[in-house]
């Protein structure tokens, strides 16, 4: 069976919300919403078949996209494709040229919409900043609080407390205070045992490759509601990642980092390689910073993350 190659768009407006359009009843995964787009035509680049299908379905004009996420996915009756763009500028009003219904959406309301199964790591792209932010270890807690409160008013919107030094009620202790300071601004990634979930009811949780290989053939220990991450260091890890169905992985080391100086850098080829066969939002850790996320787009990551790089104190 031949994948079909579809080019499709998260839109933004000015005021951030993404638009969505309905699929017609009678199409394959009719009466579910979708990011719009289309096939990608024999002898087309990616960025032309958007340009036609944005033209033809919704009557605007390209003017500025980067690559955001690609998802290969198996229906019964159909193999996908799905080469996701995320679209910053363009010119006209959005309207359905073709009938569809249109839904500006929020972010945070994605989760109110019923999507082709094939959508929802588009969904969790759609929601994720670019930027994702690690603690750095051996500081004391007012040192943390005072970095986090820095990294949040520059507008920091994902933030992993890693504090692997520190015993786990003082981490518990950190990770109640940080909770309430990320609270309405962004999201908190904790770490530890799984045992600790139902006291964070707020907090996403970041397991490491060592829970992951434990816990993956079990599934998601939580509802979708709730953000899932995983450390892979490996395209094993990765597969373990998707089978357990997280909302998005770190994938390390990618370069030689003063942190982790005895760990073998993976190199921008090989996670180039890695990121075409993963189907989640991919950030790049170890040794990269904002002026890698240019590159980091174009092998198809989500975005990169640090510590160094995007501490405030450093």
């Known amino acids: 069976m031949k994948r079909v190659h579809v080019a499709a768009a998260v839109i933004r407006g000015q005021d951030g919300r993404i638009l969505l359009a ?53 229906y019964p009756d159909k193999q996908v494709l799905l080469d996701v763009w995320e679209v910053s500028s363009f010119s006209g009003e959005p309207h359905g040229a073709e009938g569809q219904p249109l839904s500006w959406a929020a972010p945070r309301e994605l989760g109110n919409y019923q999507f082709p199964a094939a959508n929802l790591p588009i969904v969790s792209a759609a929601r994720l900043p670019e930027h994702y932010l690690i603690t750095p270890e051996a500081l004391e807690p007012a040192e943390l609080l ?22 786990d009620a003082q981490y518990r202790d950190l990770a109640v205070d940080i909770q309430g300071l990320c609270a309405g601004k962004a999201q908190l ?51 373990l990642a998707e089978q357990m169905g997280v909302d998005f992985v770190t994938l390390s080391p990618l370069q030689a980092t003063q942190t982790h100086p005895e760990a073998q850098p993976l190199g921008w080829e090989q996670a180039a390689q890695w990121l075409e ?23 198809g990551a989500q975005g990169v993350a640090g510590i160094r790089a995007f501490w405030p104190q450093a």
């Open 189 to 239: 990634m904790l770490k530890g045992p799984l045992e600790w979930l139902g006291d964070f009811p707020a907090a996403g949780w970041h397991i490491t490759a060592e829970q992951l290989r434990k816990y993956a053939d079990k599934g998601r220990p939580f509802p979708r509601e709730r953000w899932l991450a995983a450390s892979c260091h490996s395209a094993e890890e990765l597969a």
């Open 277 to 299: 066969t993963c189907n989640r939002p991919v950030y790049l850790l170890g040794g990269v910073g904002p002026e890698h996320l240019d590159r980091a787009w174009q092998i």
């Open 22 to 74: 309905k699929r017609p009843d009678h199409l394959h995964q009719g009466g579910l919403w979708e990011f719009p787009g289309g096939k990608v035509e024999s002898g087309e680049t990616v960025r032309a078949a958007l340009a036609r299908e944005l033209k033809e379905e919704l009557g605007i004009e390209l003017q500025s996209a980067r690559p955001l996420i690609k998802v290969r996915h198996d």
């Open 146 to 167: 005072q970095g986090v409160r820095e990294a949040l008013a520059r507008g920091t919107r994902l933030i992993q407390l890693r504090a692997p030094n520190m015993f």
